[in-house]
C-alpha cells in the first residue's frame, strides 16, 4: 500500500499550489494549507489520501460529489487529481475551527439558543445533500467534521465516507462511521439513508450540551439537560436518537423547522407580558413567522438600497434567518452588486426571481406579489423590502402593509418636501405612521425634523462605507429604528449596551 505523499513547506504540486503548512491529518490523509501562485491571496485547502485500490473508486466518488454541489454550508472543491499512487482535493480554507473546540473554549457561556442555531444551520447543509438526485448520505457527522468560521457559519466537512442512496440496495456495502455518533443501522442489517445523519445531528448536539460527556439519551443525559438549562431541547434530541429510523424525524427540513421554533419560543418568552399582549392583538413582533420591513425613499438618490443592506446585515448577527428583497422592477442595484461581487444571478425553482447569499444574507430579486407570498413559506425571520422611489401604486401598497415602513430622506432644505408629501399621502394607510430615517443628518436636524413632522420617530442614519458589514455605530441606529420588530432580549438600552451582550 502507498504512503501518503508528505509535502513540505513551500514545495509546489501541480504547477500552481505552493504548500504553507500541514493542517489536519487523519489514518488515511493530511490536508494542508496552499497558496494559489495564479490567483495571489488565494488559498485553498489540499487534501493528499492514498490512492491505491480499493480507496482509489471511493476518493473519485467523493471528488465527483463535492464537484456536484454548491451551497454555503459546504466546501467548494476547485481540483482534483491522482498521482504516483496519492489523490489530491482541492477545495475551499475554510478558516475557522472545529465545533468541539469551540464549545469548549465557550466554556459555560454556551446558551441554549446558540446550539439550536447551531442545530439549524447544520440542517441547512443536510437537508441540501439529502435533497440532492439521488440523495447524499454523510455518514460520518461529528464534531471534528463540523467547523464554525470566523462569522459563526457552520460549514460541513469531510466527506470521504459520503455515499450515494441506492433504491436497489438493502444494506451498507462498507459499515462506516464513528461509534458514539453513527446511527445503529450503519452497524450492519439495513442502507442507512437521510435518517442517519439525522441520529448523528442529536449525538452531536448531545455531546455539546452535556459537555462532551454523553452521545446516548439516557436518564442520566436528561437530567443534566434539565440541570443545565437545556430542557427544551430534550424531546427534540431524543428523537432524532431513537433506534429505529421510522420513529425519527423523517427529513432534515423537519428537524430544521422544530429547531427553529424553538428560538422562537424561547425569543417569545423573553417579551414582557405587555409586549406579548400586544403580539397577541395583532401587534409587530410575533415571533414564528416572517417580520416585514419596508423602506422606500422619499425621492431618487437618498440611500434608501444602502439603508436596506446595512439593516440586512445589521440584524442577521442576532436572527436566524434575513433576506433582503429588491422589489421595483427597473431598479439595478442588486444587478449590479451581483456582478460586482461575480455572483451568478441564480433563479429560484419554480420561480422568476433571483437570489445570491452575501455574508450570511439572501439577496432576492422579485417583482411579483404571488412570488414574495411564496417567501413567507421559507421561514425568514426578517424580509427587508427595498422598495426604491418610484412610488408605484403597488409598491405603496407593499409600504403600508409592511410590519414596519420606514421612509428614508434627506434632511436638506430643499428637500424636506418631499418628506412631508410623502407623509400626506400614506398617513392614515398604513398600520401606523412610518419612521423617517435620514442619512447623514445632524442632531438639530433630526429635532427640526421632528417638530415639522409632528412625531418623534426620526432618526439619522450615521456614515458607513461598507453596509455589507455595517460597524457600530450604524447598526446601533438601525436597531434602535427597528426596536419595535426586535424581541425584548435585542432592544436598545441606556448607554449604548444590548441585553445580547455586544456593545
Known sequence: MPHIAVLTQGEVIAGRYRIERLIGRGGMSYVYLAADMKLPGKRWAVKVTTASAPLEAQLEEEAALLIAMNHHRLPRIVDYWSSEGCSYLVMD?????????YVRQLGRSLKPEMLIGMGVQICEGLHYLHTRQPPIIHRDLKPSNLLIDTKGEIRLV????????KFDRDDDTVKLGTIGFAAPEQYGGRQSDGRADLYSLGAVLLYLATKFQYTEYTTEAKQWLDKKGFSLLGPVIERLLRSSPEDRFQSAQEAGTVLAKLIEQRSLGSVKSKDRDRAEEGGIFVPGRSIVIALMGAGPGVGTTHAAIAMAHSLVRYS??????ELDPRATAFERIFHRLELGSRP?????????RIEGVDYIRTSSRVELLD?????????????GAGKRKDLLEEFVRADLAILVGSATVWKIDELEMFAAETLGQSKRPPIYCLPLASAADIGRLQRRLGTKQVYALPAESNPFSPGQAIEMALLQVCSEVLPQVLRPLKRGFWLSGRK
Open 348 to 356: 429560484a425553482k419554480s420561480s422568476h426571481y433571483q437570489r445570491n
Open 158 to 165: 469531510d466527506f470521504g465516507v459520503a455515499r450515494k442512496f
Open 320 to 325: 436566524r434567518r434575513v433576506a433582503v428583497l
Open 93 to 101: 480554507y475554510i478558516e475557522g475551527i472545529h465545533l468541539d473546540q
Open 375 to 387: 417567501l413567507f413559506a421559507e421561514n425568514y425571520t426578517y424580509m427587508i423590502c427595498d422598495l
